[in-house]
């Protein structure tokens, strides 16, 4: 009964073994993360330039997405492993994350582009930049700025989705909290442990993010 | 064709999780408004110690996964004597989690009613409190009516987390009948269009009501 | 008055320009030259495609009939000459649109780095140059954000001159401005006019249409309704329109307005 008993200490012992756990939840968030805002980012670009091809397939690739929980994506991408191409636990798990912040980006990405006033793009054009160029040179460096909040917003959440990588049985810190949970037969105080872990990550990466986000902004501009 | 009639067979089953999901979401959100709003109201209004216990319960919730707090109180509680069956524990679980994030969206509201509306008011003799209620609230609530319906869409996803302590959802029923009928693509493809289906009608259904409720020429920006 | 100027070539030819917007048909079938050294500059009611005259020029806007040449160059669409068109083309705009992300210095080094692969360094020593012409090289180093109105279109012109176009176009160039701003705006205008720049301006700046204008265009409900020298079209026009139009902006913007040493 209670926190404080002779068991606590056992927990308390096993902390290095979940901080093992928090590089593979790190690892995961990361890849995640890359992948997720890299598909993101393209598909919202075909979602304002693209063609109506790549328009309508960031369209309905979005809306998808984002009406399924993300642990119906985890399944699928393991269940497609196991009958076609063999995807390990690690990669489902790190696809699945991504797909799932790839969809959300888009709207955070598209937001932020559509947010650039038009005569930037006009701007550009007039000086006789290619359609690329004036993307890449003007829209995306303040749109980008833009996002950052949002952004930082939808990472800290692939952070915490990342504990559902759980079912798939990957020792990530999730999994490995229940180990120590069932061993010690001190769920409560474990589950706090690793709450604390997950609540100091996101803290400091909130803050991280909120120091980028003043050093690259503009002087004077308003956001 | 095979898929359809698959699906047939199926879809009795899935009904019933889907009803327990939907019962799921309906629980987590009254209950998440429920804390929720008089959060919103003492991490604004309130004073010292209000304040701080408002703030530190809304940041440690949103700053750690559902699982963890799912996990607190389904095998935690325990410990302390309290015993949940899956089902409330699972309601007060994403009630609580969900309860923090639309404070934020209270409070986000509130603070964009202008300053002007509250001075306004005391101008007239109202109390603070009055205020508050009389004024500030009835207009914070309808502003906050369009991230108030993502987080509905959101609890809907997010209930299949209730499969992880066994709760008969939606999830839990297709991951049941996979092992029954080792068909995990068909069975993960239908759950997924329920899903689909059921938050698009959802999305639809906030949609129309937002704009019948709507105060021409007032609105808070959203995000999607 | 540059009148006396040797006018040679012409450098713009626009034949029977049309253009429609949905239903409304904006540009109905315009006719201009303009020659090298020339300033022209263009009035007429809102809304009555002035700005997508210009926008055509350049095809920020795609006309639907007829044809623009630039020197011997028929301007299209075909995008592998549309970029070296428009790198010909200086273009200014009613609301400045510096981009946002860039100091003074390299909104106007960009054109040159990007366009004309032009190297950084000699890039922005071109760029100060230019910023110096306009009178804001002490500003080099600031963000639009942290610009006035005025300083902010000195800049975008510049930014402009820095791609050495052949012809420049202005679309309103003072009219989001404060007034007391405006005249630093028309200053650098009529310098770049007196260095014998080819130049297109939309603009109801009486003073500076005297000053500047080689001819004047009103264009009202999408043709060209009368054109002329200034003294022509402020003393005597032909039209009653004209005239009406003429004295409608007198009373609005003041017969002459802040064109500094103007002073009549
Ligand atoms: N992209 C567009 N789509 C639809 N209609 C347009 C578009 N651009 C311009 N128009 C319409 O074409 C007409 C001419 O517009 P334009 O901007 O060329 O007028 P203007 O002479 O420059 O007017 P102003 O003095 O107000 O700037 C207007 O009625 C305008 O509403
Ligand atoms: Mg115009």
């Known amino acids: 009964m209670g926190l404080i008993n002779d068991k606590a200490f056992d927990v308390l012992r096993s902390i290095p073994y979940l901080l093992e756990g928090v590089g593979i939840t790190l690892e995961i968030t990361v890849i995640a993360l890359v992948l997720g805002t890299i598909a993101g980012l393209f598909l919202a670009l075909c979602r304002v330039y693209g063609g109506s091809f790549l328009h309508n397939f960031a369209v309905v690739y979005s809306r998808i997405i984002r009406s399924l929980p993300l642990l119906v994506i ?11 191409i063999n995807i390990p636990a690690f990669w489902a798990a790190v696809l699945a994350l991504a797909m799932h912040t790839s969809a959300y980006q888009i709207e955070i990405f598209r937001g932020a582009i559509q947010s650039i006033n038009k005569g930037q793009m006009e701007a550009a054009l007039a000086l006789g930049m290619s359609k690329y160029q004036s993307i890449f040179a003007v829209i995306l460096p303040q749109s980008l700025r833009r996002a950052i909040p949002y952004w930082a917003n939808e990472a800290t959440i692939v952070l915490k989705d990342s504990a559902m990588a759980y079912v798939l049985g990957i020792t990530e810190l999730m999994r490995r909290s229940e180990y120590v949970s069932a061993r010690t037969a001190q769920p409560m105080l474990t589950y706090i442990v690793s709450g604390l872990i997950y609540l100091i990550m996101t803290y400091a990466f909130t803050k991280s993010m909120a120091k980028v986000e003043s050093k690259v902004r503009i002087p004077g501009l308003e956001r | 064709m095979e898929m359809i009639q698959f699906f047939i067979k199926i879809w009795p089953e899935l009904y019933k999780g889907l009803l327990v999901s939907l019962q799921l979401s309906a629980g987590a959100l009254l209950l998440g408004l429920a804390i929720g709003l008089p959060m919103a109201l003492a991490r604004t209004y309130g ?4 304040k701080t216990l408002a703030t530190a319960y809304i940041e440690i919730i949103r700053g750690t996964p559902m699982i963890v707090q799912l996990f ?14 899956r089902m409330p524990a699972a309601i007060i679980a994403l009630g609580i989690n969900s309860s923090a994030y639309q404070a934020e969206y209270f409070r986000g509201a509130i603070l964009s009613i202008d300053e002007g509306q509250g001075l306004a008011a005391q101008a007239l ?4 409190s009055q205020t508050i209620v009389n004024i500030i609230l009835p207009q914070a609530l309808r502003l906050v009516l369009p991230p108030w319906s993502n987080e509905l869409i959101y609890m809907v996803k997010y209930t299949s987390v209730a499969f992880l302590i066994a709760v008969p959802e939606l999830m839990a029923r297709g991951k049941m009948i996979i092992t029954q009928t080792f068909k995990p693509m068909e ?3 239908w759950v997924g269009a329920i899903y689909v289906v059921v938050l698009s009608v959802i999305a639809k259904a906030v949609d129309i009501i937002e704009k019948k409720l709507a105060i021409p020429g007032f609105q808070m920006s959203r995000e999607d | 008055m540059k009148g006396e100027f040797l006018m040679t070539e012409p450098i713009l030819r626009i034949n029977n320009l049309h253009k429609k917007f949905k239903d409304t048909e904006v540009l109905k079938g315009v006719t201009l030259t303009v020659n090298e050294g020339e300033v022209v500059v263009i009035i007429g009611p809102s809304g009555t495609g002035k700005s997508t005259l210009l926008r055509c020029i350049n095809r920020l806007t795609e006309p639907d009939a007829g044809e623009i040449y630039l020197g011997e160059h028929k301007i299209e669409s075909a995008k592998s000459n549309l970029t070296k068109v ?3 083309i200086g273009m200014v705009f009613q609301d400045f649109n510096l981009f946002n992300h860039l100091t003074a210095l390299q909104n106007v080094a960009i054109g040159p780095i990007k366009v004309k692969k032009m190297n950084k360094k000699d890039a922005l020593e071109l760029a100060m140059r230019e910023l110096e012409r306009v009178g804001m090289a002490d500003k080099a180093q600031n963000y639009p954000a942290e610009l006035s109105g005025g300083q902010k279109q000195r800049v975008a012109i510049a930014r402009a001159l820095a791609m050495d176009p052949e012809i420049m176009l202005f679309d309103e160039p003072t009219s989001a401005l404060d007034p007391e ?4 705006v028309l200053e650098v205008m009529k310098k770049l006019a007196d260095a014998g720049m080819t130049m297109v301006v939309v603009s109801h700046e009486m003073g500076f249409a005297r000053e500047a204008a080689d001819r004047i265009v009103f264009l009202e409900d999408g043709v060209i309704a009368e054109m002329g020298s200034p003294e022509k079209i402020f003393n005597n026009p032909e039209k009653e329109r004209t005239r009406e139009f003429i004295s409608k902006i007198a009373r609005l913007h003041g017969s002459d307005s802040e064109m500094p040493g103007t002073g009549s």
């Open chain 3, 181 to 184: 701003l405006i005249g630093e």
């Open chain 2, 47 to 50: 004073k010292g110690l209000v």
């Open chain 2, 72 to 85: 607190i109180i389904y095998y935690g509680l325990p410990d302390f004597g309290i015993l949940l069956d």
């Open chain 1, 74 to 84: 985890v399944f699928m991408l393991y269940f497609l492993g196991s009958e076609i």
């Open chain 2, 125 to 128: 003799g109202m109390t603070k």
């Open chain 2, 187 to 189: 069975t993960l493809f």
């Open chain 3, 86 to 88: 428009r790198q010909r």
